[in-house]
């Protein structure tokens, strides 16, 4: 079985803070991980994957993560932030082989003050 | 290109009743699925279908079920819905079950 944990389920920063947002997968096997983003009232959108070869990992709007197999990790960063990251983010994970059943983490809610 | 499309976008239901919510993607994709979204739970699977014809239970599967007769329909029915079934529906599909995910605008149930 697998699992993902999201830590933190809000996380404030200011205008052009560093973003960090946390994502620990349990996985048997090497898996596939990926950033959606949720704005209010939307369905969810990619921000950016992980499947094999390079562990940075660059999305859209800034964000990049890093795929640490030694720590089971995917977190992801911004350098700075901007009132429009304001949203929901969910980390999630596809096992390589079986069925390819996907699981998400409960989600970061991301404030950013002014 | 439409994408995804789910329907209808919101819906009060009376307990007891049978409500099928429908979703249909035009991207040929293989794999689609469809999840639950509740405050404080994030996203959970309810059923997933890798290929037309086939379909599969996840993590929350009771009370609901579904079918994949062709590539782009993916419906979802709640046979007798309960209070407890009001949540955020999403359809979404991708290319492969290793391939990231496209998702529709959601239906939001509430069944009193």
């Known amino acids: 079985a697998q699992s993902v944990t999201q830590l933190g389920s809000h996380v404030s920063v200011s205008e052009g803070a560093l973003v960090l947002l946390r994502c620990n997968y349990s996985s048997s096997v090497p898996p596939y991980l990926f950033w959606y983003v949720q704005y209010p009232n939307q369905g969810l959108q990619l921000l950016l994957k992980y499947t094999t070869g390079a562990t940075l990992v660059k999305g859209i709007n800034g964000f990049e993560a890093e795929f640490k197999k030694s720590e089971t990790s995917f977190h992801l960063t911004k350098p700075s932030a901007h009132m429009s990251d304001a949203a929901e983010y969910f980390c999630a994970v596809v096992r390589s082989g079986g069925s390819y059943i996907p699981t998400f983490g409960r989600g970061t809610s991301l404030i950013v003050h002014p | 290109i439409a994408g995804i499309t789910q329907a209808p976008t919101s819906q009060i239901l009376a307990a007891g009743r049978r409500m099928t919510l429908r979703c249909t993607q035009d991207m040929r994709h293989n794999a689609m699925y469809w999840y639950r979204q509740d405050l404080g739970l994030g996203l959970r699977l309810i059923h997933y279908?890798?290929?037309?014809?086939?379909?599969g239970k996840g993590e929350v599967p009771d009370g609901y079920s579904v079918s994949r007769a062709n590539t782009d329909d993916f419906p979802l029915t709640l046979a007798s819905a309960v209070p407890s079934q009001t949540s955020v529906y999403f359809c979404?599909?991708?290319?492969?079950?290793?391939?990231?995910?496209?998702f529709g605008p959601g239906t939001r149930l509430t069944v009193l």
């Open positions: 979404a599909s991708s290319v492969t079950g290793v391939n990231e995910q496209f």
């Open positions: 279908s890798n290929t037309a014809g086939t379909t």
